[in-house]
Each structure stands twice: as structure tokens, then as C-alpha cells.
């Protein structure tokens, strides 16, 4: 049996135990068999490790493909680079992904769908799992459309729902949509009832039609400050108004690229408990920088910021555990960093959903961090 002492446990912004270290035993078959609080006043055996903090491993609710696999384009004999992009995802961190389908005509998106359940069917272990799917359009406003390509943005409407969703209801986890336009109520009412999360984004919604939409039952922000009315004294617009309230999540693609750093540290001293890490990653992912293609257009990549050739930004190809360790080195706040990859995501995912469990669970399964007060570096390896 080995013993570990000295750990740091995953801390809830707002709910911290800044003396809170704990034990725990590890049984031969590399499994958790107990855990508990540090002794007050007297030294324990075992390795230390001297405050690491010890996590479960990540959950990308916004990824849009890897290794040059865009998720909206996929097809049967994508099969093997997908399951070699889930073991990628696996060594870098991450547990679970949404996989993320952008604005796309309807019928190559039912067959991306088709083939994310073929291989969510295949799982093994040592791949990062597939999630329902994040549908991020087409219900979007065209003026905040981004990168999405205009030909496929759709108005709202349960028929238009209807021919891209049906049969594959219970293989989306997230759709993203601009609520301020006409149908979009129905829409979110409809996705309620099949159990699937709206999100906000992409949208020109100020904050009334933001708090109408969070009252109707819109439960996110789809990448915060990016493609939508950003904070204005007089114009808080949809992240001022989620963040007066408290219960909307806050995607954050924590890059310094699609939000200042600033800006990223002032979301999470206003709302920590609400930020959700996202990577946002496209195609590239995994690959170098360069000239790339994304659909029938061309993407290019420079330290790992991804950008049409007009200049419009894309997303990133970073992983989603460097969005932690950029964001604990701009605020100071390690733990708050930590969650927000770690824990915020499955408590979108199922807002009801109990802390998971360590008792039982295979260390090698979850994330070790070290966090270095004095040069504000965060880092992280499996925790075997």
C-alpha cells in the first residue's frame, strides 16, 4: 500500500480551505483506497507531495477537431485518425470532449453525427471519451457570425431543428445559438425538453434579451467577450448580465489572443465559480503552425492562434490544460484555474452532478499540478 501526503484536493472558487491538505492510500492495482485530512500538528509518513493540488483530468466542451480532422466533415474513413486524436487528447489531459460542429450544410452534418456514434460505441481506455456533440450553429446572427460560413446560417425554427436533429437527439449534449432572434424561444424550449443545453453565442443580444434568454432556460456563454456585445458601463450586454446572476456558465477560450489577459482575469475575479475553460481548437490541432485547410478555405496557424486568410480569427490549436496554466500565471489563482478545465464543465454538463468520487479511481487517471508561487508557473503530469 502506498501513501501520498501532503495533497492539495480540487477547491471550489469561493469555497476554499487554504490549509485543507489531505492523505491518501493507494492500493497495489494503482487505485485510491482511502483518503482524509492531514493530522493537525504531526508529521504523517508517506511521499510527500508538498501541496500539488490532484485533479480529475479535463473536459473540452468547445473543440472543434484535431490532427487535420474538422468534426463538421468527418467520414467513415476518418475512423482510425479519430481515435488517434482521442489518444492524443487522453496524454494531454483530457478526459471527455463535445465534440464541437460548426455551421455546415445539413447533410454533412448527420453524417458527422453518425460517425461520432460510431466511435463513441468503440470507447477504450486510454482515449479520451466522446460526449454528446456541441452543435454551434447554424442559429446564428449573421453579423456576429465570425468565421462561420454565411451560406449556412439558418433562421430559427423547430422544422429547420428538426431536419438536422432528428434521430440524433440523444447524441448532442450542447447547441449554441443567437436567442434574440425570432424562433429561437421555441428552439430553446424544444432542446430543454430533450435534455440538450443551449448556450448563447454568436449573438447581438443586450442584456434584457440576454436575462430573457437565461430565464427561458440558455445555461451558457459560448466563448465570453468573443462574438457578442462585449461589457460596457452603460451596455453590460450578455456576459454583464450572466454575471449578475450567477447560474450561466462562461466559456472562456483562455488564450491571450480572443481575450486580453486582463480581461480574463477580471472574468474570473467577477464569476470564477461560473468559468468553464474552453480550447476552442481547430483541424490543426497537434500539428505545426502553417498554412492549412479548414472546409474549402484556408487557415492559417501562428503560435497557435488560427486565422482566415482576411484575418478574421478562427480559434486556436493550444490544448485545453494550457488555458489553466495561462490563466493561473495572469491571476495568481491556481485552484481557480484548475477548475475551471477540471470540475466546471461536468457541473454544465449536469448542474445536479456530485464532486466525483476519488475513493476507487485509478491514480494514473488523474491530473497531478504543481503550482510555483514564486515564478506564477502552473504545471501539470498523470498523477501516477
Known amino acids: 500500500m502506498r501513501r501520498i501526503t501532503d495533497v492539495r484536493l480540487p477547491q471550489r472558487p469561493g469555497h476554499r480551505d487554504d490549509t485543507g491538505l489531505h492523505w491518501l492510500s493507494v492500493d497495489d492495482q494503482g487505485h485510491i483506497a482511502a483518503t482524509g485530512p492531514m493530522p493537525s500538528g504531526r508529521a504523517m509518513a508517506g511521499e510527500s507531495w508538498a501541496g500539488d493540488r490532484l485533479s480529475p483530468r479535463g473536459i473540452d466542451l468547445q473543440i472543434n477537431g484535431g490532427l487535420g480532422l474538422a468534426f ?209 481548437a481547430l483541424a490543426p490541432y497537434g500539428l505545426n503552425d502553417g498554412v492549412h485547410r479548414w472546409d474549402e478555405r484556408v487557415l492559417l496557424v501562428r503560435n497557435g492562434t488560427c486565422r482566415l486568410e482576411d484575418g478574421t480569427l478562427a480559434g486556436v490549436t493550444l490544448p485545453l490544460l494550457e488555458g489553466s496554466c495561462r490563466l493561473a500565471q495572469w491571476s495568481g489563482d491556481a485552484d481557480g484555474a484548475i477548475w475551471a478545465a477540471t470540475m466546471a464543465p461536468r457541473f454544465v454538463l449536469d448542474p445536479t452532478a456530485a464532486e466525483p468520487k476519488l475513493i476507487g479511481t485509478a491514480l494514473n487517471n488523474l491530473l497531478r499540478w504543481h503550482w510555483n508561487e514564486q515564478d506564477q508557473q502552473l504545471s501539470w503530469q498523470e498523477a501516477a
Do not use: Y
Open 72 to 280: 463538421p466533415e468527418l467520414n467513415e474513413r476518418d475512423v482510425p485518425k479519430l481515435e488517434q486524436l482521442l489518444e492524443l487528447l487522453w496524454r494531454d489531459g483530457v478526459e471527455a470532449i463535445a465534440p464541437t460542429l460548426v455551421t455546415c450544410a445539413v447533410e454533412p452534418l448527420r453524417h458527422a453525427l453518425m460517425v461520432l456514434r460510431q466511435v463513441r460505441d468503440r470507447h477504450q481506455p486510454g482515449r479520451c471519451r466522446l460526449l454528446g456533440a456541441h452543435l454551434e450553429g447554424p442559429f446564428l446572427a449573421h453579423a456576429r457570425r465570425g468565421a462561420h460560413p454565411a451560406e449556412h446560417i439558418a433562421a430559427p425554427s423547430l422544422q429547420a431543428l428538426e431536419e438536422r436533429i432528428g434521430g440524433f437527439e440523444t447524441d448532442i449534449a450542447l447547441i449554441t445559438l443567437a436567442p434574440e432572434q425570432t424562433g429561437s424561444q421555441q428552439l430553446v424550449q424544444r432542446l430543454g425538453a430533450l435534455g440538450i443545453i443551449t448556450a448563447l453565442g454568436h449573438s447581438t443580444a443586450d442584456a434584457d434579451q440576454a436575462a430573457q434568454a437565461f430565464d427561458q432556460g440558455v445555461r451558457m456563454l459560448t466563448h465570453s467577450l468573443n462574438a457578442m456585445p462585449g461589457l460596457h458601463h452603460r451596455a453590460p450586454g450578455p456576459v454583464g448580465e450572466a454575471c449578475r446572476r450567477g447560474d450561466v456558465a462562461l466559456g472562456l477560450i483562455a488564450d491571450g489572443v480572443h481575450v486580453h489577459p486582463t480581461m480574463a482575469v477580471l472574468l474570473q475575479r467577477l464569476a470564477a465559480d461560473q468559468l468553464v475553460l474552453v480550447s476552442d
